[in-house]
């Protein structure tokens, strides 16, 4: 009744005056109302979340949207470089604290592959294993009267040699063999070259550490230190790889698995060979060096 009887008054208001301004004071009841939405939160929202998947898709569509510069300009690679602090500390954090059953591409890399992180985690590996190398050696000759230390930086090209190779020869044959193997194929995941060596390249974060905690001077510490080493970073390679190959023959797939975990493997004993160069001169003094006698 009341309602009515204000509508009326405003009625006759607005006639009375007709330059007069209305004011309509809706009560509680008469908010307006909303259009119940899907629940938000559900397990299924977060894991698509996490993975990625929704926000990889929109990338890859933006991605392919953008004006590319020619391959000799330096723009060209600055894009590969295009990367922040923020985004660099979490692939290296995702590298070190793998996730079990969760894409690293996916969770880290697919929005902006960089060659940023993995250049100079490769480098920083090679000058830690080259510094600590030389410290070992100062430490174990330490007091020796007729000692006199002298820098074998010379000897990093050994480590860079090895390292660098790795991180880029490894990955290109390993792209070069999913491509074939999805023209025959067909995979649910696939990886470009770039993503392929940015996994590589941060993998290697883990060795950096390592490196550091050779200079420990017992065989047993720094053959465990090894282990658990490749123990992390392959499995950031396994886990990331084999989804590009479990929709392959179950032997092939296994295969590559096996063959990635095995160059994994050789390059951790490279890396603690090189160490033992730099700290002994030779590999002939065993895990840690002695006084020739």
């Not at 230190?225 to 190959?245: D, E, R």
């Amino acid at each position: 009744g009341l309602q009515l009887l204000s509508e009326f008054g405003d009625e006759a208001t607005s006639a009375a005056n007709p330059g007069a301004t209305t004011i309509h004071i809706e009560g509680p009841s008469e908010s307006p109302t909303h259009q119940p939405g899907l629940p938000r939160g559900s397990g299924g929202e977060e894991d698509d979340e996490l993975l990625g998947n929704d926000d990889s898709d929109k990338t890859e569509l933006l991605a392919g949207q953008k004006k590319s510069s020619p391959f000799w300009t330096f723009e060209y690679y600055q894009t590969f470089f295009d990367v922040d602090t923020y985004q660099v500390f979490d692939r290296i954090k995702g590298s070190v604290l793998p996730i079990p059953g969760k894409n690293f591409v996916r969770l880290y890399i697919r929005s902006n592959p960089d060659l940023y992180g993995p250049f100079w985690i490769c480098a920083t590996l090679v000058f830690a294993i080259a510094i600590s190398g030389n410290l070992s050696n100062f430490l174990i000759h330490l007091g020796e009267k007729t000692y006199h230390y002298v820098p074998e930086f010379r000897k990093v090209s050994i480590a860079a040699t090895i390292i660098y190779a790795y991180a880029w020869l490894v990955p290109l044959a390993l792209w070069g063999f999913l491509m074939w193997r999805n023209s025959k194929v067909v995979n649910i995941v696939s990886y470009s070259f770039l993503e392929t060596v940015c996994v590589y390249g941060y993998s290697l974060f883990i060795y950096i550490p390592t490196a550091v905690l050779w200079i420990i001077p017992q065989k047993a510490v720094r053959w465990i230190l090894v282990v658990i080493a490749l123990g992390i970073s392959g499995s950031v390679l396994a886990m990331t790889f084999w989804p590009a190959v479990r929709e392959d023959n179950r032997r092939i797939a296994l295969a590559t698995i096996v063959t990635i975990v095995l160059l994994h493997t050789l390059l951790s004993v490279g890396c603690l060979f090189s160490f033992l160069f730099l700290e002994c001169g030779s590999f002939g003094h065993g895990i840690y060096c002695r006084k020739a006698e």
